[in-house]
C-alpha cells in the first residue's frame, strides 16, 4: 500500500485558539509538533465577537501569559482599542478587554507559529484517531496518510458535523462557510468516547458605510491602555485607539421578533443543540426577558482594513428576511447593509467528565482535548485549555509531573475542574462567580501566582522567574514596612488627608491603617512617606491591594487552606469504588464514572454527599496502612 | 484537622454522671475559658497533659456545673488530637448547658461519627475495625439526615427557604451586574443592600429566638400511641397531653390525621404521635393513615399499644403484637371500666412486654403507667435521642454563623467596599443556611443568574 507514512512527538488536530497553543507549547517543550487545520488561513480565526478579554475572561488570558502562553502577547500585538472593565469595583474584578483586529490577529498567531523551531503546520482533514490497548498511536487523514505520535490534542473547536443555521436554511458547514469535519466524530465513538450535541450563533456584520453613527453613543478605550502580557512593555500598547458605538433595540425591535417566531429554528424544532444560557440569541431575550423594552446593541469593528461592524447583543438564527427588518429597526442602522448574515451553529463535542483535569482522556492514554470540543465556549477558554493539554501531552512524554492547577490557584483551574467535574449541558462560560476564591485570583497576580509552574513546566525563562521571585519579595518588605511607618496629627497629613475627604488624625497611626481607608491609596500617601523606596507600578499596586484588602484576603487564605486538605488527598486511578462497603449505590456509581483524582473533587461530584466523603477518607487510611 | 469539635460522650439519659468531650487544636483553649478552679488561680492551658482537675464550668459570671475536667494532649488521646473532657452531672440537662457552652466558646458540634472518623484517621483505632468505623459513620449519618430533614419543621423549613431565596436573589443581582458590566449597573446599590441584609438578619434572628426555645427540631423521645380503632388511643393522648387536642367520638377511624403533642414526665420528654387505627380499610384517606403509623411505629423510641380489653383480639392486634414484639413498649389495656374479654396475663406472654390497666374514661391507672414509663428510662433502657439535639445545635451554630456573615455584608458597606465584596459574605450565610435543610450550593447561583437577569452579547 503507498501511502504517507510520517512521525512525530504530538499531532495538533485544530489550530484555533486551542490548537495554537496546544502546539506552541509542545513545540516549545522540545517536542517534534504536527498541527493539522482545514484551512491554514484560518489559524487563530476569531468566527464571533471581535474581542479578547472581558470579565473573567481577561484573567484567564493573564493566566495564560503567566504560564508562558501566546495569547496574551499576540492580542498586545493587534489590538485597536483595551478597556479596564469593572475600575469601580474591587482589584479582584478589574478585567482587561480589548478590540482585536481580527485579520491582523490571525497573521500575527501565523507568524509566531510558522517562525516556531519544531512546529510543522498541515492543511488536511484528520479523520481518524489510532490507538492501541488504550493508548494513541496517531491520526489519519482523509487521503489516508497517517501519521505516527506519542500523543494527540483534539482541538476541533465548532468544526465536527458543523451546521449553520439560519431561518429555514441550513449548510454543512463549520464557521464562515469553512469545511466541516464530518468523520472524526464517527471515529471517536468507536474509541467510546460519549458526544454531546452543542450549538452557538452570532449576530451579522454590517458595513460600516451604511450605519449612521450619529445616531448612537461612542464608547472609547481607555486613556492609559495596561497590557495583557507581563512580558509587553506598557509603553508599547499606548496606540491610537478606534471607537466603539452603542445603540439600543427598540419595542419595534421586539414586535418583528415575536411577529417572526415561527419561523426561527429553534421554535420550529429545526436546530436540536443546547444553546448557551449567557449568549442568548435576540429572539430569547425578547421572549424570556418580556418586561424589558429595550436591549442594548454594540457596533464593533472587526480591524482597520475592513468595513465590517460586529453586531454586538443581536446573534440570532431568524430567516435572512426577517434580520434585515429587524436590524433595521434599531436607531442608525436603518439603512444597514449586512455583509454576513447571524446565524447558529451547531456541533458534535464531548462530555468532559471523560477527562482528568490534565485533560487526558481517561480511557486513552496519551489523548488529550481542550477548547470547544470540551464543551466549553469562547476564544479564552478555548486558549487555557488548549495551553494544559499541550504542556500535559508534552509532560507525559517528557515524563515529568503532569500540570494539574486547582480552583485555589487559577481561574483555568476553576475552569477545567468545572468541567471534568460538574454535569455541563451546554456550552460552559467562565464567570467570576463561579471562582470561589476570587480575591486571591485577581488579574493583577497571575504572573505572582503562576510564573513558577510554568517555569517548572519549562515555558517560563529564568529571567521571568527571577523577576516575580524579586517582587513577591519586595510586596512583602513594603508592605510590611507600612505597618510601622507612623504619621502623627501634624499639619502636612492633615492637609492631604483633607485633600482627598478623609478624616483628619486625632493620634498618630500607622500608614497602612491610612491606606486601608477607601479614599486614600498607598501611591497617594507618597508625600508622607518621607524614606519610600523606588518601586514599579506593578510593585506598588500590590501593596496597596494586600494592605488595604488583607483582612478578607486573610479569610480566604483560610478557605483555602481547608479546601486543599481534601484536594492533597489522591484518589488510586485503578480505584473499584463497588469494592468500597458503607459507599451509597448512587456514590458508587458516579465515583466510578468519574474516577476523580482526589477526594477533593469527589466531593464536587453531584450524588456525593459528606457522608460518602467520610467513608472515602477511612477507606484511604486503611489503603494507605495496608500497603 | 483544623477545627474542635465537641459532643456528648455519653448517653444523655438520667445517669450519675455525663461526659462532654472537645478534640482539636483549640480543646485546652476553649476549656479554659470556661473552668473556673476553687480556689480560681488554675489555668487549664498551663496544666500537665493526662490530669484531672475539679471545678466549675462558668459562662462568664454564671456556675453552669461542678465537674471535673480531664486534660488529653495528642498523640494519647482517643482520637490522637488534644482532647478535653468534661465530666458533669448526667441527665440531658447538665449535659446540654456544658456542651452549648463548649460550642459557645468556639468548639464546633461535631458531625455524626466525627471522633471515631478521627480517631480512625489518626491511626488511634486498629485497621482492622476501619469497617467497623464506616458502618458508625453510615448509621449516625442516616439518623441525622433522617432526623434533620424529617423532623425539620414545615414553617422552619419554609423560613430557612424564603430568607435564602432572599440572599441568592441579590447575590445574583451583584454578580451578574460584575460579570456584565455594560449591561447591568450596580453603582450605589449598597443602600439597597443595606435595606435586604437588615430583613434577612432579623428574619434569621427570629429562628435562632425559635432554637432557643429548642423548637427548630423536635426533641424527645419519639413515642408512638398504636392500636385498632376505638381502642382508645386519642383519649389516652388527651389524658397524657391534658387537654382536648385529638378528635374522640365513638365512631371507629375518626383520628384521621397524624397528631402530635410533646408531654414531659418527670423531666422526660416523650414526643407523642397519634396516628390513626390500624386497620385493613377500604378508605383511601384512612389508609394513608394506617401505613404512617406503621411506619412512624417502626421508627419510633417507644410504642404504647392500646387494647380494648373488652373486645376480643383479632388479625389487627396479630400484626401490631408483631411489631411491638421487636420494639420497647408497654402494652395498654383500656377500659377496664368494661366487662374484660382480654386479660393482662394473656398480653405479657404474646408481646414479651409490661402490661398497664387502664381506665382512659374514668381517669385511672395513668399514674401507673407515667412510673412504667420513667423507671424504663431511669433503668437506661429509653435514652433521651441526643442526634437529634446535636442536629438542632449543629443548626443553631449555622444560624449564628449565617447571621455573624450578614453582619459583615453590613461591615462592607459600611466600610464603603467595592460591591463584589457584598457577595462573599452573603454567599457563606447561604450556604450555611443551606446546611440546614440539607441543600448544598451546587449550581444555584449560575442558574439564578441566567433566569434573573439578561446578560450577554
Same mark, same amino acid.
Given at each position: 500500500?503507498?501511502?504517507?507514512?510520517?512521525?512525530?512527538?504530538?499531532?495538533?488536530?485544530?489550530?484555533?485558539?486551542?490548537?495554537?497553543?496546544?502546539?506552541?507549547?509542545?513545540?516549545?517543550?522540545?517536542?517534534?509538533?504536527?498541527?493539522?487545520?482545514?484551512?491554514?488561513?484560518?489559524?487563530?480565526?476569531?468566527?464571533?465577537?471581535?474581542?479578547?478579554?472581558?470579565?473573567?475572561?481577561?484573567?484567564?488570558?493573564?493566566?495564560?501569559?503567566?504560564?508562558?502562553?501566546?495569547?496574551?502577547?499576540?492580542?498586545?500585538?493587534?489590538?485597536?482599542?483595551?478597556?479596564?472593565?469593572?475600575?469601580?469595583?474591587?482589584?479582584?474584578?478589574?478585567?482587561?478587554?480589548?478590540?482585536?483586529?481580527?485579520?491582523?490577529?490571525?497573521?500575527?498567531?501565523?507568524?509566531?507559529?510558522?517562525?516556531?523551531?519544531?512546529?510543522?503546520?498541515?492543511?488536511?482533514?484528520?479523520?481518524?484517531?489510532?490507538?492501541?490497548?488504550?493508548?494513541?498511536?496517531?491520526?489519519?487523514?482523509?487521503?489516508?496518510?497517517?501519521?505516527?505520535?506519542?500523543?494527540?490534542?483534539?482541538?476541533?473547536?465548532?468544526?465536527?458535523?458543523?451546521?449553520?443555521?439560519?431561518?429555514?436554511?441550513?449548510?454543512?458547514?463549520?464557521?464562515?462557510?469553512?469545511?466541516?469535519?464530518?468523520?472524526?466524530?464517527?471515529?471517536?465513538?468507536?474509541? @467510546?468516547?460519549?458526544?454531546?450535541?452543542?450549538?452557538?450563533?452570532?449576530?451579522?456584520?454590517?458595513?460600516?458605510?451604511?450605519?449612521?453613527?450619529?445616531?448612537?453613543?461612542?464608547?472609547?478605550?481607555?486613556?492609559?491602555?495596561?497590557?495583557?502580557?507581563?512580558?509587553?512593555?506598557?509603553?508599547?500598547?499606548?496606540?491610537?485607539?478606534?471607537?466603539?458605538?452603542?445603540?439600543?433595540?427598540?419595542?419595534?425591535?421586539?414586535?418583528?421578533?415575536?411577529?417572526?417566531?415561527?419561523?426561527?429554528?429553534?421554535?420550529?424544532?429545526?436546530?436540536?443543540?443546547?444553546?448557551?444560557?449567557?449568549?442568548?440569541?435576540?429572539?430569547?431575550?425578547?421572549?424570556?426577558?418580556?418586561?424589558?423594552?429595550?436591549?442594548?446593541?454594540?457596533?464593533?469593528?472587526?480591524?482597520?482594513?475592513?468595513?465590517?461592524?460586529?453586531?454586538?447583543?443581536?446573534?440570532?438564527?431568524?430567516?435572512?428576511?426577517?434580520?434585515?427588518?429587524?436590524?433595521?429597526?434599531?436607531?442608525?442602522?436603518?439603512?444597514?447593509?449586512?455583509?454576513?448574515?447571524?446565524?447558529?451553529?451547531?456541533?458534535?463535542?464531548?462530555?468532559?467528565?471523560?477527562?482528568?483535569?490534565?485533560?487526558?482522556?481517561?480511557?486513552?492514554?496519551?489523548?488529550?482535548?481542550?477548547?470547544?470540543?470540551?464543551?466549553?465556549?469562547?476564544?479564552?477558554?478555548?486558549?487555557?485549555?488548549?495551553?494544559?493539554?499541550?504542556?500535559?501531552?508534552?509532560?507525559?512524554?517528557?515524563?515529568?509531573?503532569?500540570?494539574?492547577?486547582?480552583?485555589?490557584? /487559577?481561574?483555568?483551574?476553576?475552569?477545567?475542574?468545572?468541567?471534568?467535574?460538574?454535569?455541563?449541558?451546554?456550552?460552559?462560560?467562565?464567570?467570576?462567580?463561579?471562582?470561589?476564591?476570587?480575591?486571591?485570583?485577581?488579574?493583577?497576580?497571575? %504572573?505572582?501566582?503562576?510564573?513558577?509552574?510554568?517555569?517548572?513546566?519549562?515555558?517560563?525563562?529564568?529571567?521571568?522567574?527571577?523577576?516575580?521571585?524579586?517582587?513577591?519579595?519586595?510586596? /512583602?518588605?513594603?508592605?510590611?514596612?507600612?505597618?510601622?511607618?507612623?504619621?502623627?496629627?501634624?499639619?502636612?497629613?492633615?492637609?492631604?488627608?483633607? $485633600?482627598?475627604?478623609?478624616?483628619?488624625?486625632?493620634?498618630?497611626?500607622?500608614?497602612?491603617?491610612?491606606?486601608?481607608?477607601?479614599?486614600?491609596?498607598?501611591?497617594?500617601?507618597?508625600?508622607?512617606?518621607?524614606?519610600?523606596?523606588?518601586?514599579?507600578?506593578?510593585?506598588?499596586?500590590?501593596?496597596?491591594?494586600?494592605?488595604?484588602?488583607?483582612?478578607?484576603?486573610?479569610?480566604?487564605?483560610?478557605?483555602?487552606?481547608?479546601?486543599?486538605?481534601?484536594?492533597?488527598?489522591?484518589?488510586?486511578?485503578?480505584?473499584?469504588?463497588?469494592?468500597?462497603?458503607?459507599?451509597?449505590?448512587?456514590?458508587?456509581?458516579?465515583?466510578?464514572?468519574?474516577?476523580?483524582?482526589?477526594?477533593?473533587?469527589?466531593?464536587?461530584?453531584?450524588?456525593?454527599?459528606?457522608?460518602?466523603?467520610?467513608?472515602?477518607?477511612?477507606?484511604?487510611?486503611?489503603?494507605?496502612?495496608?500497603? | 484537622?483544623?477545627?474542635?469539635?465537641?459532643?456528648?460522650?455519653?448517653?444523655?439519659?438520667?445517669? #450519675?454522671?455525663?461526659?462532654?468531650?472537645?478534640?482539636?487544636?483549640?480543646?485546652?483553649?476553649?476549656?479554659?475559658?470556661?473552668?473556673?478552679?476553687?480556689?480560681?488561680?488554675?489555668?487549664?492551658?498551663?496544666?500537665?497533659?493526662?490530669?484531672?482537675?475539679?471545678?466549675?464550668?462558668?459562662? @462568664?459570671?454564671?456556675?453552669?456545673?461542678?465537674?471535673?475536667?480531664?486534660?488529653?494532649?495528642?498523640?494519647?488521646?482517643?482520637?490522637?488530637?488534644?482532647?478535653?473532657?468534661? %465530666?458533669?452531672? #448526667?441527665?440531658?440537662?447538665?449535659?446540654?448547658?456544658?456542651?452549648?457552652?463548649?460550642?459557645?466558646? @468556639?468548639?464546633?458540634?461535631?458531625?455524626?461519627?466525627?471522633?471515631? $472518623?478521627?480517631?480512625?484517621?489518626?491511626?488511634?483505632?486498629?485497621?482492622?475495625?476501619?469497617?467497623?468505623?464506616?458502618?458508625?459513620?453510615?448509621?449516625?449519618?442516616?439518623?441525622?439526615?433522617?432526623?434533620?430533614?424529617?423532623?425539620?419543621? #414545615?414553617?422552619?423549613?419554609?423560613?430557612?427557604?424564603?430568607?435564602?431565596?432572599?440572599?441568592?436573589?441579590?447575590? /445574583?443581582?451583584?454578580?451578574?451586574?460584575?460579570?456584565?458590566?455594560?449591561?447591568?449597573?450596580?453603582?450605589?446599590?449598597?443602600?439597597?443592600?443595606?435595606?435586604?441584609?437588615?430583613?434577612?438578619?432579623?428574619?434569621?434572628?427570629?429562628?435562632?429566638?425559635?432554637?432557643?426555645?429548642?423548637?427548630?427540631?423536635?426533641?424527645?423521645?419519639?413515642?408512638?400511641?398504636?392500636?385498632?380503632?376505638? /381502642?382508645?388511643?386519642?383519649?389516652?393522648?388527651?389524658?397524657?397531653?391534658?387537654?382536648?387536642?385529638?378528635?374522640?367520638?365513638?365512631?371507629?377511624?375518626?383520628?384521621?390525621?397524624?397528631?402530635?403533642?410533646?408531654?414531659?414526665?418527670?423531666?422526660?420528654?416523650?414526643?407523642?404521635?397519634?396516628?390513626?387505627?390500624?386497620?385493613?380499610?377500604?378508605?383511601?384517606?384512612?389508609?394513608?393513615?394506617?401505613?404512617?403509623?406503621?411506619?412512624?411505629?417502626?421508627?419510633? %423510641?417507644?410504642?404504647?399499644?392500646?387494647?380494648?380489653?373488652?373486645?376480643?383480639?383479632?388479625?389487627?392486634?396479630?400484626?401490631?403484637?408483631?411489631?411491638?414484639?421487636?420494639?420497647?413498649?408497654?402494652?395498654?389495656?383500656?377500659?377496664?371500666?368494661?366487662?374484660?374479654?382480654?386479660?393482662?396475663?394473656?398480653?405479657?406472654?404474646?408481646?414479651?412486654?409490661?402490661?398497664?390497666?387502664?381506665?382512659?374514661?374514668?381517669?385511672?391507672?395513668?399514674?401507673?403507667?407515667?412510673?412504667?414509663?420513667?423507671?424504663?428510662?431511669?433503668?437506661?433502657?429509653?435514652?433521651?435521642?441526643?442526634?437529634?439535639?446535636?442536629?438542632?445545635?449543629?443548626?443553631?451554630?449555622?444560624?449564628?454563623?449565617?447571621?455573624?456573615?450578614?453582619?459583615?455584608?453590613?461591615?462592607?458597606?459600611?466600610?464603603?467596599?467595592?460591591?463584589?465584596?457584598?457577595?462573599?459574605?452573603?454567599?457563606?450565610?447561604?450556604?450555611?443556611?443551606?446546611?440546614?435543610?440539607?441543600?448544598?450550593?451546587?449550581?444555584?447561583?449560575?442558574?439564578?443568574?441566567?433566569?434573573?437577569?439578561?446578560?450577554?452579547?
Amino acid at each position: 500500500m503507498n501511502r504517507l507514512v510520517e512521525e512525530y512527538d504530538v499531532a495538533v488536530v485544530g489550530a484555533g485558539h486551542a490548537g495554537c497553543e496546544a502546539a506552541l507549547a509542545c513545540a516549545r517543550l522540545g517536542l517534534n509538533t504536527i498541527m493539522f487545520t482545514v484551512s491554514v488561513d484560518s489559524i487563530a480565526l476569531m468566527p464571533c465577537n471581535p474581542n479578547i478579554g472581558g470579565t473573567s475572561k481577561g484573567h484567564l488570558v493573564r493566566e495564560i501569559d503567566a504560564l508562558g502562553g501566546e495569547m496574551g502577547k499576540n492580542i498586545d500585538k493587534t489590538f485597536i482599542q483595551s478597556k479596564m472593565l469593572n475600575v469601580s469595583k474591587g482589584p479582584a474584578v478589574h478585567s482587561l478587554r480589548a478590540q482585536a483586529d481580527k485579520q491582523e490577529y490571525t497573521r500575527q498567531m501565523r507568524r509566531t507559529l510558522e517562525n516556531t523551531e519544531n512546529l510543522t503546520i498541515r492543511q488536511a482533514e484528520v479523520t481518524e484517531i489510532m490507538a492501541e490497548d488504550n493508548r494513541v498511536t496517531g491520526v489519519k487523514t482523509y487521503s489516508g496518510a497517517e501519521y505516527h505520535t506519542k500523543a494527540v490534542v483534539l482541538c476541533t473547536g465548532t468544526y465536527l458535523k458543523a451546521r449553520c443555521i439560519y431561518g429555514d436554511v441550513s449548510n454543512y458547514t463549520g464557521p464562515n462557510g469553512l469545511q466541516a469535519a464530518n468523520y472524526l466524530t464517527d471515529s471517536l465513538k468507536k474509541l @467510546g468516547i460519549e458526544m454531546y450535541r452543542f450549538k452557538t450563533g452570532t449576530p451579522a456584520r454590517i458595513d460600516r458605510r451604511s450605519i449612521d453613527f450619529s445616531k448612537m453613543e461612542e464608547q472609547k478605550g481607555d486613556e492609559r491602555v495596561v497590557p495583557f502580557s507581563f512580558s509587553t512593555d506598557p509603553e508599547d500598547v499606548q496606540i491610537d485607539q478606534v471607537s466603539c458605538w452603542l445603540t439600543y433595540t427598540n419595542e419595534k425591535t421586539h414586535e418583528i421578533i415575536r411577529e417572526n417566531l415561527d419561523r426561527s429554528p429553534l421554535f420550529s424544532g429545526m436546530i436540536e443543540g443546547t444553546g448557551p444560557r449567557y449568549c442568548p440569541s435576540i429572539e430569547d431575550k425578547v421572549v424570556k426577558f418580556a418586561d424589558k423594552n429595550r436591549h442594548q446593541v454594540f457596533i464593533e469593528p472587526e480591524g482597520l482594513s475592513t468595513n465590517e461592524m460586529y453586531i454586538g447583543g443581536m446573534s440570532s438564527s431568524l430567516p435572512e428576511d426577517v434580520q434585515y427588518a429587524m436590524y433595521r429597526s434599531v436607531p442608525g442602522l436603518e439603512n444597514a447593509k449586512i455583509v454576513r448574515n447571524a446565524y447558529a451553529i451547531e456541533y458534535d463535542c464531548i462530555n468532559a467528565r471523560q477527562l482528568y483535569p490534565t485533560l487526558e482522556f481517561k480511557n486513552i492514554k496519551g489523548l488529550f482535548s481542550g477548547g470547544q470540543f470540551n464543551g466549553s465556549s469562547g476564544y479564552e477558554e478555548a486558549a487555557a485549555q488548549g495551553l494544559i493539554a499541550g504542556i500535559n501531552a508534552s509532560m507525559e512524554i517528557l515524563g515529568k509531573e503532569m500540570l494539574i492547577l486547582d480552583r485555589s490557584e /487559577a481561574y483555568i483551574g476553576v475552569l477545567i475542574d468545572d468541567l471534568v467535574t460538574k454535569e455541563n449541558h451546554e456550552p460552559y462560560r467562565m464567570m467570576t462567580s463561579r471562582a470561589e476564591y476570587r480575591l486571591l485570583l485577581r488579574q493583577d497576580n497571575a %504572573d505572582l501566582r503562576l510564573r513558577e509552574k510554568g517555569y517548572q513546566v519549562g515555558l517560563v525563562t529564568k529571567e521571568q522567574y527571577d523577576y516575580v521571585l524579586w517582587k513577591k519579595k519586595v510586596i /512583602a518588605e513594603e508592605a510590611e514596612r507600612m505597618e510601622h511607618v507612623h504619621v502623627g496629627a501634624v499639619p502636612e497629613v492633615q492637609q492631604l488627608l483633607e $485633600k482627598y475627604e478623609s478624616t483628619p488624625l486625632k493620634n498618630g497611626i500607622s500608614l497602612a491603617d491610612l491606606i486601608r481607608r477607601p479614599e486614600l491609596t498607598y501611591d497617594i500617601l507618597a508625600p508622607l512617606d518621607k524614606k519610600r523606596p523606588d518601586l514599579p507600578e506593578d510593585v506598588r499596586e500590590q501593596v496597596n491591594i494586600n494592605i488595604k484588602y488583607d483582612g478578607y484576603i486573610k479569610r480566604q487564605l483560610k478557605q483555602v487552606e481547608g479546601f486543599k486538605k481534601l484536594e492533597t488527598k489522591k484518589l488510586p486511578e485503578d480505584l473499584d469504588y463497588n469494592e468500597i462497603s458503607g459507599l451509597r449505590i448512587e456514590a458508587k456509581q458516579k465515583l466510578n464514572e468519574y474516577r476523580p483524582v482526589s477526594i477533593g473533587q469527589a466531593s464536587r461530584i453531584a450524588g456525593v454527599s459528606p457522608a460518602d466523603i467520610s467513608v472515602l477518607l477511612v477507606y484511604m487510611e486503611s489503603y494507605r496502612r495496608h500497603r | 484537622m483544623a477545627d474542635t469539635i465537641a459532643a456528648a460522650a455519653t448517653a444523655m439519659t438520667a445517669s #450519675g454522671i455525663g461526659i462532654i468531650r472537645m478534640s482539636g487544636p483549640d480543646s485546652r483553649k476553649i476549656a479554659g475559658k470556661i473552668y473556673r478552679s476553687k480556689g480560681g488561680k488554675k489555668k487549664i492551658e498551663e496544666v500537665s497533659t493526662h490530669t484531672i482537675h475539679y471545678g466549675f464550668i462558668c459562662d @462568664g459570671d454564671e456556675v453552669i456545673d461542678e465537674v471535673l475536667v480531664m486534660v488529653m494532649d495528642g498523640p494519647r488521646s482517643y482520637t490522637g488530637e488534644d482532647t478535653v473532657e468534661i %465530666d458533669c452531672h #448526667g441527665g440531658v440537662l447538665a449535659m446540654k448547658r456544658v456542651l452549648e457552652t463548649v460550642i459557645k466558646y @468556639g468548639a464546633r458540634p461535631a458531625e455524626p461519627g466525627e471522633f471515631t $472518623k478521627r480517631a480512625f484517621l489518626n491511626g488511634r483505632i486498629d485497621l482492622s475495625q476501619a469497617e467497623a468505623v464506616i458502618d458508625i459513620i453510615n448509621a449516625k449519618n442516616e439518623y441525622a439526615l433522617k432526623s434533620s430533614v424529617s423532623q425539620l419543621r #414545615g414553617n422552619i423549613q419554609r423560613a430557612v427557604k424564603n430568607i435564602r431565596e432572599g440572599i441568592i436573589y441579590q447575590i /445574583a443581582f451583584i454578580e451578574s451586574a460584575l460579570d456584565d458590566p455594560e449591561h447591568i449597573s450596580i453603582d450605589g446599590y449598597g443602600e439597597t443592600l443595606k435595606e435586604e441584609v437588615k430583613k434577612q438578619k432579623k428574619a434569621v434572628q427570629k429562628l435562632l429566638d425559635t432554637v432557643r426555645e429548642g423548637k427548630l427540631l423536635k426533641e424527645g423521645i419519639k413515642t408512638v400511641i398504636v392500636g385498632k380503632p376505638n /381502642a382508645g388511643k386519642s383519649s389516652l393522648l388527651n389524658l397524657l397531653v391534658g387537654e382536648e387536642r385529638a378528635i374522640v367520638t365513638e365512631i371507629a377511624g375518626t383520628t384521621r390525621d397524624i397528631l402530635e403533642e410533646t408531654i414531659v414526665l418527670s423531666g422526660i420528654s416523650l414526643r407523642m404521635i397519634d396516628t390513626a387505627g390500624i386497620r385493613n380499610t377500604e378508605d383511601v384517606v384512612e389508609k394513608i393513615g394506617v401505613g404512617k403509623a406503621i411506619e412512624h411505629a417502626k421508627d419510633a %423510641d417507644l410504642v404504647l399499644y392500646v387494647v380494648d380489653s373488652s373486645v376480643p383480639l383479632d388479625e389487627n392486634d396479630e400484626e401490631i403484637i408483631q411489631l411491638v414484639k421487636e420494639k420497647k413498649a408497654v402494652v395498654i389495656l383500656n377500659k377496664t371500666d368494661l366487662d374484660q374479654v382480654v386479660f393482662e396475663q394473656e398480653l405479657r406472654e404474646k408481646t414479651g412486654q409490661p402490661v398497664v390497666p387502664i381506665s382512659a374514661k374514668e381517669e385511672q391507672g395513668i399514674d401507673d403507667l407515667e412510673q412504667q414509663i420513667k423507671d424504663m428510662f431511669f433503668d437506661g433502657e429509653l435514652s433521651f435521642n441526643d442526634e437529634i439535639y446535636i442536629t438542632n445545635l449543629r443548626h443553631k451554630t449555622a444560624l449564628e454563623e449565617a447571621k455573624k456573615s450578614l453582619e459583615l455584608v453590613e461591615d462592607s458597606i459600611e466600610m464603603q467596599m467595592p460591591e463584589d465584596f457584598y457577595s462573599i459574605d452573603l454567599m457563606n450565610a447561604y450556604e450555611a443556611l443551606g446546611s440546614i435543610i440539607g441543600e448544598a450550593v451546587g449550581e444555584d447561583l449560575v442558574n439564578e443568574i441566567f433566569s434573573k437577569f439578561c446578560t450577554g452579547k
